[in-house]
C-alpha cells in the first residue's frame, strides 16, 4: 500500500519538471537587444494588406539575437499616435522558444496550432487588427516589439496587454522592435 502512494507523487514530479510555467519573478535584469524584421524595413510605410484598407492581416516577423535560456516569446503591436492615447493591436504569447518568425496573416483564432495564445486587441477582438488611423490625422507608427521569456506564461487565450505585461514581468530575457508609419488620407 504504501509503494502506491509514492507512484502518484512521482507522476507529479515528473509533470511539473516538464512543464516550464512562469514560477516565482526573478530580479531584474539586462535585456538583449534583439533584432525583429519583416518585409518592410523599419520606418517604412506600412503595406497596405496590413491595414483596414487592405486585407487587414498581420504581416510576417523574424526575430534573431536572442538571448540563451529563453523558453518561448510575445509579441505586441500598438499604436502610440491613436487620438485616444495607445491603441492595442496585437498581442500573441507562448510563441514556442524553437521558432524565430510569426508567419503572415495569422488567423484569429485564440490558441494557434504551435500552442501560442493570442490575446484581445483593443477593437476588442482576438488576433490583429490592422492599421487604420482616423482619416486625416497623419502618419500614426505601428510598433512591434518581440519579447523573448525565460519561460512560458499561465495566462488564457484573450488576455489583455496588461495581463500579459504583468505576467512577463521579471522574465523577459531580451527585446526587439519594428516599426511602420500609416496614415489614411
Known amino acids: 500500500m504504501r509503494g502506491q502512494s509514492f507512484v502518484p507523487l512521482l507522476l507529479g514530479v515528473a509533470i511539473g519538471c516538464c512543464v516550464m510555467t512562469c514560477g516565482a519573478k526573478k530580479k531584474e535584469r539586462l535585456m538583449a537587444t534583439m533584432s525583429v524584421t519583416s518585409h518592410f524595413k523599419n520606418g517604412d510605410r506600412l503595406p497596405v494588406d496590413h491595414t483596414c484598407e487592405g486585407k487587414n492581416v498581420s504581416p510576417q516577423l523574424s526575430w534573431g539575437g536572442v538571448p540563451t535560456g529563453g523558453k518561448s516569446f510575445s509579441i505586441i503591436c500598438e499604436d502610440p499616435d491613436a487620438p485616444s492615447g495607445i491603441w492595442l493591436h496585437w498581442v500573441v504569447f507562448n510563441i514556442p522558444a524553437t521558432e524565430d518568425s510569426i508567419a503572415e496573416g495569422v488567423s484569429a483564432q485564440p490558441v494557434l496550432p504551435n500552442g501560442a495564445r493570442q490575446g484581445v486587441n483593443d477593437?476588442?477582438?482576438?488576433?490583429?487588427g490592422g492599421a487604420c488611423?482616423?482619416?486625416?490625422?497623419?502618419?500614426?507608427?505601428?510598433v512591434f516589439k518581440?519579447?523573448?521569456l525565460d519561460?512560458?506564461?499561465?495566462l488564457e487565450a484573450g488576455a489583455t496587454k496588461a495581463d500579459l505585461e504583468k505576467a512577463m514581468k521579471g522574465h523577459v530575457l531580451g527585446m526587439g522592435q519594428l516599426s511602420a508609419t500609416y496614415s489614411r488620407d
Request: net charge positive; hydrophobic share 25%.
Open 151 to 154: 519561460c512560458l506564461l499561465t
Open 133 to 142: 488611423p482616423p482619416k486625416g490625422h497623419g502618419p500614426h507608427r505601428y
Open 123 to 128: 477593437f476588442n477582438k482576438i488576433g490583429y
Open 146 to 148: 518581440v519579447y523573448a
